[in-house]
């Protein structure tokens, strides 16, 4: 439990556990105020079972939920209320433990100095200098005068990149800029501390690697000479050219690399996220599941397993019959497979998007006797009775629920952009940001990029994506800093290392449109059948790839392809933000 003390009556924490309710508890706190909305991040404990784990310990609770970047008067007088009512010392929380430092100087502004509030955050490790010119103004207005305004950009937060996001699309991004020209000042927004090699996650949840080789120290990770702002970007303002952070504060830029990353929408499955992690129901797709996976695997030994595919788009498409294969691997080894009802309930209408690999995973669902049923989506789980439910999503059954007994099912969830991302003026329709699929660029704004799986672009949504992406995203970012015409493209390339069984994968490596684009020599490496060799590059050679060379600037085989024509004029000169 990291929190820090702010004052004798007040103390902030990152996001607490319900575990570490009772912790807080024993350190003599009596009451707990959650500042972070419900689902705002995987994984995160919902407000009621904070609050049942406070009333279990003795401890008050308030929630006073806000949206990062959107702090109002009505939640200062919140928090005002709760830290005049509740009996302290008192403990609030939040994704950084930022919003409720915040809310804690604005509710002490009436009586305290501005400069008094910011250097008592300051020394319990939060910035909340940007608020200086509100809590100087609620010293000198009485309460009915508060006004909620937008706040100007603060002088010296200007930079010439900001990068939003601190996975494999911002560090590989950020990396590759300052690769190229060394003095560029990147500013890169990301409020974790770990950064997680999602890839190996499939092979945590088939036994193969341990969960802790999955994950880096963030401090380790982000280029030198990159500031780290330690925040969550809440809001984008690309006609000011600025992002607005969750404490409200605004920086400003000459160009944005966008790379977010999406949304896992666990809700998007009715029952599903109460049951994760007990009941048999599991996902690869989280960081703390994924051992969950292979436990399920270890002790089956016959019943029935289902493994469920959503619609696209989603990370590495291939990931949901990973789990699949490596499963009834490791079942077919133990000699259980023959008493195993394997079922893998897909919501597309074919098992993979590019049609020359599928013969291959088609002889393995054979000789797994997988029941392959297409055009099926999850939709429902009731985790105690162990059934699911499934929508029939064509043909004449179209709409159809069937309902399937489990003993284990692994879940995709279904992906979506994140909330402040399709509430931007950056989304498109679907709510992704709407880029050019060639240059990565911003169709509307010729001073914002983005790459990784908040993107428009039509193209597999996985690290080897990015590791084509970030050099193309640079090239292009200092042709705009410097008013050229970006030039580089991106062709649409992924990879997605299909483990068909312990020792084997077939390597789909394609671009846009469905081309095969392999990285090495047919009599090296056939893609379209198993191979070993591709199972050692998996296994032995792509994490160090990702860690020594990708995030390093190190673009190991990607050389960005020039654009043959011309491109429109906005993304010239008129990408550039006005001179001040």
Not at 501 to 530: H, M, N, Q
Request: net charge neutral.
């Amino acid at each position: 439990m990291d929190l820090k003390q702010i004052s004798p009556f007040f103390a902030a924490s990152p996001q607490l556990s319900v575990a570490e309710i009772g912790m807080a508890a024993s350190q003599g706190y009596k009451a707990i105020i959650n500042n972070r909305p419900d689902a705002e991040e995987d994984g995160q404990p919902s407000s009621a079972e904070i609050e049942a784990a406070a009333r279990a310990q003795g401890l008050d609770y308030r929630y006073i939920p806000v949206i990062g970047g959107q702090i109002g008067e009505a939640d200062v007088e919140a928090m005002t209320a709760a830290l005049s009512d509740l009996n302290g010392p008192v403990l609030a929380y939040c994704r950084t433990g930022t919003r409720s430092v915040t809310l804690w100087a604005l509710s002490e502004a009436r009586h305290i100095d501005a400069d008094a509030l910011i250097r008592t955050a300051a020394e319990a490790g939060y910035d909340i200098s940007s608020q200086r010119s509100r809590l100087a103004a609620r010293l000198r207005q009485p309460a009915h005068a508060q006004e909620d305004r937008p706040r100007p950009v603060e002088p010296g937060a200007r930079y010439d990149v900001v990068v939003i996001g601190g996975g494999a699309g911002g560090i590989a991004s950020a990396a590759s800029i300052l690769k190229r020209r060394p003095q560029t000042r990147i500013a890169l927004i990301e409020p974790r501390d770990e950064h997680y090699y999602q890839p190996g996650w499939t092979l945590v949840g088939g036994g193969v690697f341990r969960r802790r080789e999955t994950v880096r120290a963030m401090a380790g990770l982000i280029p030198k000479g990159v500031k780290w702002i330690r925040a969550a970007a809440a809001s984008f303002e690309p006609d000011r050219q600025a992002v607005v952070l969750e404490d409200g504060t605004r920086l400003a830029y000459s160009v944005l690399v966008a790379a977010p990353g999406l949304k896992l929408d666990w809700d998007q499955v009715d029952g599903l996220r109460a049951t994760l992690g007990k009941n048999g129901v599991t996902s690869n797709y989280r960081f703390d599941l994924a051992p969950y996976t292979w436990e399920l695997v270890r002790n089956l030994r016959s019943g029935t397993a289902l493994f469920t595919q959503p619609p696209m788009p989603i990370k590495c498409a291939g990931a949901p019959q990973k789990a699949m294969y490596l499963a009834c691997d490791a079942w077919k080894r133990a000699g259980a497979l023959d008493k195993i009802q394997v079922e893998f309930r897909n919501a597309g209408g074919t098992l993979f998007g590019v049609g020359a690999y599928v013969p291959a995973l088609m002889d393995y669902v054979k000789d797994y006797a997988i029941d392959l049923e297409l055009n099926s989506n999850l939709v429902a789980i009731d985790g105690p009775k162990r059934t699911a439910t499934f929508k029939i999503m064509s043909g004449e059954r179209e709409g159809e629920l069937v309902e399937r007994r489990f003993d284990m099912i692994h879940v995709c969830p279904p992906q979506t952009a994140p909330d402040f991302v399709k509430a931007s003026p950056l989304a498109n329709e679907a709510g992704w940001i709407e880029v050019s699929a060639e240059t990565l660029q911003h169709v509307r704004y010729g001073n914002v990029f983005a790459l990784g799986d908040a993107c428009s672009a039509p193209n597999a949504k996985t690290a080897a994506a990015v590791r084509a992406q970030a050099p193309v995203v640079a090239e292009n970012v200092i042709s705009v800093l410097d008013g050229r015409t970006p030039r580089r493209i991106y062709n649409g390339y992924g990879s997605c290392p299909l483990t068909v069984e312990r020792g084997k994968i077939v390597l789909a490596e394609f671009g846009y449109g469905g081309k095969l684009l392999p990285t090495f020599p047919s009599w090296l490496v056939d893609g379209t059948k198993p191979s070993r060799l591709a199972w050692f590059l998996k296994e032995k050679m792509l994490p160090a790839i990702y860690f020594g060379a990708m995030l390093k600037g190190r673009e190991w085989l990607v050389t960005p392809e020039r654009l043959a024509h011309t491109p429109s004029g906005y993304e010239a000169q008129d990408a550039l933000p006005p001179r001040s």
